[in-house]
């Protein structure tokens, strides 16, 4: 199995800018995590899915951030606009059935705004 | 809650040096416990993991021993190299539909 892919593993951007990060889970994992790793807090979990719906999101930092799911194969997380604070390394993870102990993760975007 | 609190890093370490990463976690329940590692560039992956009170998780030469009575689950190698330079994460997870919680990692570095 190829593993969770997430892409791109680097962007630069702009203060304001939109940023859209994606992830492709595991075939036949039922869910879907995203995460957020800094120096100062670590690693966050923003928001996760269970098939496809968005189980809690209380995570998200603010209404900038957002989160789909459209279908079992394929997410998204998306902020706009970006501000240079959302800097961090995002990461999604995958796993199957309702034991979330065993996560696979992918290998991470690093989002860096300017 | 649930939580979990792990030493600050970051810990240098010379080759062959013993290692113990320590972490302890709230008492609620009967959490599962893990250790997950993250190498330079990479994810995190699991390392090893322990059920219930007084199991063992072991990998790579990697142990931790599950103990109820000290609330703890400190991650030992009797000695270390330089490839397991990375950093490494304690966690809980909770029975049912809940997500693991995670420490904030502890930064390990061997050098040679």
């Known amino acids: 199995d190829a593993g969770v892919i997430q892409s791109p593993r680097h962007e630069v951007t702009e203060m304001g800018q939109e940023v859209t990060l994606r992830c492709k889970p595991i075939s036949g994992h039922d869910y879907l995590f995203w995460y957020r790793q800094t120096m100062m807090r670590g690693l966050e979990l923003l928001i996760y899915f269970n098939n496809n719906v968005p189980i809690d999101d209380s995570g998200m930092p603010e209404d900038r951030f957002s989160a789909k799911m459209p279908n079992a194969s394929f997410s998204t997380l998306k902020i706009q606009p970006s501000e240079p604070r959302d800097s961090a390394v995002y990461f999604c993870a995958s796993t199957k059935g309702r034991t979330n102990e065993k996560l696979f993760f992918g290998s991470g975007t690093q989002l860096s705004v300017l | ?112």
């Open chain 2, 1 to 112: 809650g649930n939580s979990v609190t792990q030493m600050e890093g970051p810990v240098t370490l010379s080759e062959e040096a013993f290692l113990t990463i320590n972490c302890t976690y709230t008492a609620t329940g009967y959490p599962s416990l893990f250790w997950y590692v993250q190498y330079p560039g990479e994810g995190l992956q699991l390392l090893l993991k322990a059920t219930k009170a007084d199991d063992k998780g072991s990998n790579k030469g990697f142990e931790a021993t599950y103990r109820k009575e000290t609330t703890s689950f400190h991650l030992e190698k009797g000695s270390v190299q330089v490839s397991d330079s990375a950093v490494y994460f304690c966690a809980r997870w909770n029975s049912g539909n809940t997500p693991l919680v995670f420490g904030k990692g502890t930064r390990l570095s061997v050098i040679a």
